[in-house]
């Protein structure tokens, strides 16, 4: 199917649960009902495996909206208005916005506009739950695009201007090709690589690249800005599914950057209901482990309070129900310690492109 006929299909599919949900509201009141929606629980307790997809999604546990109360009426009465909005200006009109503008345009709202951004934020999410596609239907978009990737694949991009074909090594400076924040404006027309390799930091991608990591091993490098964007996930498991390249996850060395390692495999909790869509359930963690801060003798940090709070919520977290993860989870909380991805550098500038790198990677049949 061509993208133009993707676009048409996706606002029709959004025109169509859209209006669906309107009438659902409307009907409650012709009948004469309280007027009520039904909604995951979204929370850790809510989060069950997938057999088939391999990824974590939301459960059977439900809490009810409804206009009983005066908290749950405003929030029908906010829910009316994005959905008039989103019907009649974005997909009416070919028109999109940013989350942040959509919290200012319900500023002409009166009693229905928004006390802040998260408020909004929140009931754009509910709207992909109920609807079961994702915000980008509504044409809703981020303040920011995706992060930035380095490495041999050539891909085509749609964009206003028309279509572009553009190689993520020779044709991109060395910050990169930067992820638009609709992946699904892309086609994949080749590539010759062998793995791709999802990083935390912006100082350890500058590090692979400037070390030429991507030529040496063949490698598309994959900047994740910290907790990744839905178009960077996105694009990630468009890749592995696509064209069939191996993912890797490198990150810090703490319980933190672990859940982001979580979110590109398994799905956050909190966008549970798009895990299908987005993670890449076949990823693995190459590090920093807390077995690496020990064999390497990394300069660490500490542990504070709420490290020690997070490691010891994901031994009850089942993204980490693992021998593999329960084993370093319970090391870190031994030792006390955390490390960054830089702590390599004190081994020498060369040390995590020319032996942590290739000896972690081999050892898990990467390359």
Known sequence: ???????????????????????????????????????????????EFN??????????????????????????????????FLLN?????????????????????????????????????????????????????????????????????ETKRGDRDIHCQEDVGESGYQIPFNVENIDFIDHDAKFIIAIETGGMYARLIENGFDELNDAILVHLKGQPARSTRRMIKRMNEELGIPVVVFTDGDPWSYRIYASVAYGAIKSAHLSEFMATPAAKFVGVQPSD???????????????????????????????????????QLDIGKKAEQQAFAGKGLDFVTKTYLPDRLSDMGII
């Open 1 to 47: 199917m061509a993208k133009n006929e993707h676009r048409k299909e996706h606002d029709r599919l959004a025109e169509q649960r859209l209006t669906g949900l309107a009438s659902e509201l409307y009907s409650h009141f012709v009948d004469g009902r309280i007027p009520y929606v039904n909604m995951p629980s979204r929370t850790k307790n809510n989060i």
């Open 51 to 84: 057999e088939i997809s391999d990824v974590w999604v939301y459960g059977g546990r439900e809490s009810e909206r409804s206009a009983k109360t005066v908290k749950g009426a405003f929030q029908l009465l906010k829910t009316s208005h994005v959905l008039d």
């Open 293 to 331: 801060i020990v064999e390497y003798e990394l300069s660490t940090d500490k542990l504070t309070d709420k490290d020690v709070d997070a490691l010891r919520s994901e031994l009850t977290d089942p993204r980490f129900e693992t021998d593999y993860w329960k084993e370093q989870i319970n090391l």
């Open 89 to 157: 200006n974005h997909i009416g009109n070919n028109r999109g916005s940013t989350l942040r503008e959509l919290y200012y345009i319900s500023e002409n709202w009166d009693i229905a506009k928004f006390k802040e951004q998260p408020e909004s934020d929140r009931l754009i999410e509910d709207l992909e739950i109920i609807s079961s596609l994702q915000r980008e239907y509504f044409h809703m978009r981020p303040e920011e695009d995706g992060a930035t990737l380095f490495g041999p694949l050539q891909l085509r991009e």
